[in-house]
């Protein structure tokens, strides 16, 4: 390995021992966990102790949920019940902490999840910019409904209002962005937050705490650690968490709901699992179809829930396509996340290899084989993608979200197999298409966009920009995320409504002069 830039060496454990829970920053004495990179910093391989996690339990946990059980207050809190200008100032000031910490949060971006500097960077910029984004749209519902109509008699104003207590779980692939993609609109709708870092990325984190407390109104933002079982566990036991926000496994997901006594009084927004596949047809351009689907496929090691997880490639152009692919995956720069040109980089879960080569090893058992040279080659904590052909239904890694770098290459002789697989398919979040033919590619987007959710047109498979919907069939998720369609899935429309009459509409006028009320205005804020 190269040597560590000066700037991104870890000189200093960060023993994170605190957890914001009633607007303190408690001191933990409890038991801790080590968090370790799976980068080494020494010439011999070695992995590196970044520091140290709070491992919490029920206590802690019922402690959260009391916390923002509190701040919600039956309704009566004060941040549900604040004004929508007042809660945005608080977003605001904790945006303008949040970028104070940019150089730190990067540098734990990299070494705790392997993600690349440029990543890491981008990572963090576009969460700062989701934020603001995010106000903006915020002001513009507000102002869309800040006013009343009259129907059949009736005067009314309908706005959106929180919906309770939120319980968010972010993934380590994405520990910032994804899981503020959650968190901001949760938040920033006047729903009280109980959030547990993922497993990986979680230190991630440390830097923004005393943000997160200086911020929010007490008990509004609850920071927690620990195993999922023994602490999102307990929180969903006590019945009082009103939307599970999560982005990761389905069967975490199953699990968890079926902890609430309650069910029909959960909201769901879930990002789950996609096994997002690319269509190559035989016109497409094949150096554009070849750069995509690397960067589909093989982005943060195919560590994305919208990578390119299998390829369909027709018969009369397969050959060519797999030696130039498997050619370009050869030449993929392996390294350290602050080195230059890198792409592929260490793999944060330590058992990740081994649970790759399983993919590789069953598939290449039953007619596979690996058409790359490099395909495979392991080291401590990375293997090298080894891209598959021929694969059939009967590997694992044709049903498998691999999450990981390896690329299955299947051939199709008729457009129906590969569409008929997607119908078959558990998933159904995107699919990449590649072709020019109009007569070809009109009939196939009228059938995809049914059974997907969003069909990137010769390019690869993407979330952003975070304005479009971000959402999926079938297993792959519940409910949308864009940065207009976040804050509808946070709240919950209510409105105020009165017979048109000289008595009601002189109490409406008097409502709307006094200002005393923070749901009956019709302020508009810039």
Not at 207 to 232: Q, T
Not at 397 to 413: A, D, L, N, R, T
Request: glycine share 6%.
């Amino acid at each position: 390995m190269n040597s560590i830039p000066e700037e991104y060496q870890i000189t200093k454990l960060l023993n994170q021992d605190t957890y914001l829970v009633d607007g303190e920053l408690k001191k933990w004495e409890g038991q801790t966990t080590a968090v370790f990179s799976t980068i080494s910093s020494t010439e011999k391989y070695a992995t590196t102790i970044l520091g140290s996690i709070p491992l919490m339990g029920e206590t802690e946990a019922l402690e959260a949920v009391n916390s923002a059980s509190a701040a919600f207050n039956k309704g009566q809190g004060q941040w549900p019940t604040m004004k929508v200008a007042d809660r945005i100032k608080c977003m605001i000031n904790f945006a303008t902490q949040m970028k104070t910490t940019r150089s730190e949060v990067v540098k734990y971006l990299m070494w705790e999840i392997g993600k690349s500097l440029s990543d890491s960077e981008k990572e963090f910029d576009r969460t700062v910019e989701y934020i603001y984004d995010t106000i903006d749209s915020l002001k513009e519902l507000n102002s869309r409904n800040g006013h009343f109509s009259k129907t059949q008699g009736i005067n009314a104003m309908v706005r959106r209002g929180p919906l309770g207590i939120v319980l968010c779980l972010g993934p380590y692939n994405y520990p910032l962005n994804e899981t503020f993609s959650l968190l901001i609109p949760a938040l920033i709708m006047g729903n009280p937050v109980i959030f547990k870092p993922a497993k990986h990325g979680v230190l991630v984190i440390s830097p923004l705490l005393e943000a997160f407390r200086n911020s929010f109104p007490k008990g509004v933002i609850n920071i927690v650690y620990g195993r999922g079982r023994d602490v999102a566990s307990p929180i969903m036991k006590s019945g009082k968490v009103d939307i599970l926000a999560l982005i990761g496994n389905s069967i975490s997901a199953i699990a968890l709901q079926d902890q609430h006594p309650n069910k029909n009084r959960l909201r769901l927004i879930l990002g789950l699992e996609a096994k997002n596949p690319a269509i190559i047809l035989p016109d497409a351009d094949l150096d554009l179809a070849i750069q995509e689907c690397i960067s589909g496929s093989l982005s943060f090691n195919g560590q994305r829930c919208t990578a390119l997880k299998i390829l369909y490639v027709h018969e009369a152009i397969v050959d060519e396509f797999n030696k130039r692919f498997a050619a370009k995956v050869d030449s993929l720069v392996f390294g350290n996340p602050w080195d230059k040109s890198v792409m592929l980089t260490p793999l944060p879960e330590k058992e990740k290899p081994a649970y790759i080569q399983e993919l590789i090893d069953d598939a290449t058992s039953k007619g596979a084989s690996i058409i790359n040279e490099k395909g495979g080659i392991q080291t401590d904590n990375f293997i090298f993608p080894a891209v598959l052909y021929p694969v059939n239904k009967e590997m694992r890694v044709y049903h498998e979200e691999q999450f990981g770098p390896v690329v299955p290459i299947i051939s199709f002789k008729d457009i129906q197999e590969p569409l008929d697989d997607m119908a078959e398919s558990n998933y159904g979040q995107q699919v990449s298409l590649f072709g020019n033919s109009i007569k070809t590619i009109a009939p196939l987007i009228d059938t995809l966009v049914n059974l997907v959710c969003r069909v990137n047109l010769n390019s690869s498979c993407q979330r952003g920009p975070d304005v479009l919907p971000f959402t999926g069939r079938k297993d792959s998720a519940v409910g949308t995320l864009s940065i207009h369609d976040a804050l509808r899935s946070f709240s919950i429309r209510t409105f105020v409504a009165s017979k048109d009459n000289e008595y009601n509409n002189e109490i409406l006028q008097a409502l709307l002069d006094s200002k005393e009320s923070n749901f009956i205005n019709t302020d508009y804020i810039l």
